[in-house]
């Protein structure tokens, strides 16, 4: 018996061993790579960046977080929480019917064609999406054509006039990255919803009408709490996604931050990586927050 | 149940397709528009010429399409093996701490992007390496192999072992047995996770920025332009292509797996 084969016979008479030999490559890599660069980020958030020299001081301190707290910064974290709840809710609220319709109506070839229809704008190039975002919301663009052509520029004015939302245009207002957001988060909302309400059981519906009730009650009061945790699963990407991107809010939005844009610049041009690596801590222990509620709430069976 | 949609649902549904396929074919429009300056809607004029352009006239676009290029092929190479690997172990293996590592595995993609770039760019500042073409590489292979893992992992489960145990019986090689048993069963949901893998290291932006230094990858040259655009057609012409390099391999993908499971 040659080496390699005897080697070969001696793992699979010991399949503990196999399982180590296959699992330590994949798991040296994670280890090492993954979970080392996240304890680097959680000892980087507590050094400080000396203010005199620029240079990073790798010395314990709290320094750092303490400046997390400053107005400016609560009001990036402020800004982020209440864009990424924001485009959860309307993420949910647009994916709805059309899961609903592909889960409960659509057969056959539609149904293969409404699985495409989702799936190819969920992998198409997402620099790409975002640009295509950026030609719509133009001044220019097809929106203010469309506008003009039904007399409905007074109305994009009104919207872009509302202070703090609205902008010199659509693509440098929070209305236009609130847009974006939701188009690119969209597909990601409607699978898992579509996915639960798949699940639903039809005597479960058919019961209900049986009974008495109205489709309006049965919608009430059986298909969506069934199909709830769908809707938590999904919006765990779609908070956790927006709350971590920093290039939407560039390419289409004001100049005040969020918490993505925050960690982008201040590791780049600033230099500051302790304070990035601060606010990304911060986005972790949010995520970390969500995920235990949405798990609460069942969304993990949902998935 | 087999009753019609009533009106308002095939709005809404319709309405919410619609939002989200009007604004990729506006990309592609936008490609042949001769208004080089502005997004003019609808565009003054049509024209082939910007695909000519961009091949012949525009030496910058090349090498970072080649950088983008080398990133992904070798990443998927690597999420391959060390995917498979992984997939093989959890799919039979029952023992201590098998959950917490299956979260592991999906955790690079569970968490936002930006949190595993600027974990990278800690670690790397931490031990003063220099960015080049490997730390973009370590950067991908984490995420390219939680989606190779995904994919093969499901097709473990749904094969047994059997016929593994068959072959070692039989007096087969552990090389032999891996041939032309389990790659043959594997073979499809492999290439369908490499292909994902592929098409996501060549078109992610997120994670690169933090690792990649001065490098330009090519979704790193789009984002260049969409902050300072120069030719604006040029870079629809680019991101068309983009479209393309990413879509076929999902379409494959997609292919690969249907075809199996019925």
């Excluded at chain 1, 010991?14 to 994949?26: E, H, I, M, S």
């Excluded at chain 1, 969209?186 to 519906?205: F, G, K, N």
């Excluded at chain 2, 984002?223 to 068309?240: C, F, S």
Aim: a neutral charge; hydrophobic letters at 55%; glycine letters at 6%.
């Amino acid at each position: 018996m040659t080496a390699p084969s005897a080697l070969a016979s001696l793992l699979f008479r010991k399949p503990g061993l196999l399982t180590f030999a296959l699992l330590a490559p994949p798991i040296f890599w994670l280890v090492v790579v993954y979970l080392g660069s996240l304890f680097a980020l959680m000892l980087q958030s507590f050094y400080a960046l000396d203010d005199f020299s620029g240079l990073i001081l790798h010395e314990f301190t709290l320094a750092t977080y303490a400046h997390l707290f400053d107005e400016a910064n609560i009001q990036i974290i402020l800004r982020t929480l209440i864009m990424a709840a924001v485009v959860t809710v309307a993420s949910a609220i647009i994916a709805f019917p059309i899961a609903y319709y592909a889960a409960r109506f659509a057969r056959g070839k539609m149904k293969a064609l409404f699985y495409l229809a989702v799936m190819m704008p969920l992998w198409s190039s997402y620099l790409v999406k975002i640009y295509a975002w950026k030609l719509i919301l133009a001044k220019e663009g097809i929106v203010s054509w469309v506008a003009n052509l039904l007399h409905g520029q007074w109305l994009i004015d009104a919207l872009l006039s509302i202070p703090s939302i609205g902008g010199s245009s659509l693509s440098f207002s929070y209305i236009g990255t609130f847009l974006v957001f939701v188009y690119i988060w969209l597909p990601y909302m409607i699978l898992p919803i579509q996915t639960s309400l798949e699940r639903v059981p039809y005597s479960l519906i058919e019961a209900s009408t049986d009974l008495g009730a109205t489709p309006a009650q049965t919608f009430r009061n059986i298909i969506f709490p069934l199909a709830f945790p769908g809707v938590v699963a999904g919006s765990i990407f779609t908070f956790s996604l927006t709350l971590g991107d920093y290039i939407v809010p560039q390419i289409v939005g004001n100049s005040r931050l969020m918490i993505g844009q925050a960690v982008y610049t201040f590791q780049g041009t600033s230099g500051d990586i302790p304070l990035a690596a601060a606010f990304t801590v911060v986005a972790m222990f949010i995520m970390g927050t969500y995920l235990t509620v949405a798990k609460r709430l069942g969304a993990f069976d949902a998935l | 149940m087999h009753s019609e949609a009533k009106w308002p649902l095939k709005l809404a549904a319709t309405a919410g397709l619609l939002f989200l396929h009007i604004p990729l074919g506006l990309i592609i429009l936008y490609a042949f528009t001769t208004e080089e300056k502005s997004y003019q809607f609808p565009p003054p004029g049509l024209t082939t010429q910007w695909f000519a352009k961009a091949w012949f006239d525009r030496p910058d676009i090349w090498p970072p399409l080649y950088l983008s290029l080398e990133v992904a092929l070798i990443s998927t190479l690597l999420a391959m093996i060390l995917g498979t690997c992984a997939a093989a172990a959890l799919s039979r293996a029952r023992f201590y701490g098998r959950n917490s590592l299956s979260l592991l595995f999906v955790l690079p993609i569970a968490l936002p992007g930006i949190i595993t770039g600027m974990a990278l760019r800690s670690a790397f500042d931490i031990m003063s390496i220099a960015f080049s073409t490997w730390t973009i590489i370590l950067g991908h292979t984490t995420f390219c192999m939680v989606v190779v893992y995904n994919n093969v992992l499901a097709r473990f489960r749904r094969t047994s072992g059997e016929m593994v145990e068959a072959s070692m019986d039989l007096g087969a090689t552990g090389t032999q047995t891996f041939i032309y048993v389990v790659l043959p069963q594997i073979a499809s949901a492999l290439l369908a996770g490499g292909m994902l893998a592929f098409a996501l290291s060549f078109d992610e932006v997120i994670v690169t920025t933090f690792t990649a230094g001065q490098q330009t990858t090519l979704p790193i040259w789009i984002y260049g332009e969409l902050r300072h655009p120069t030719i604006r057609p040029i870079t629809n012409v680019v991101a068309i292509f983009v479209i393309a390099v990413t879509f076929v391999p999902i379409l494959f993908a997609y292919y690969f797996t249907r075809e199996s499971e019925s």
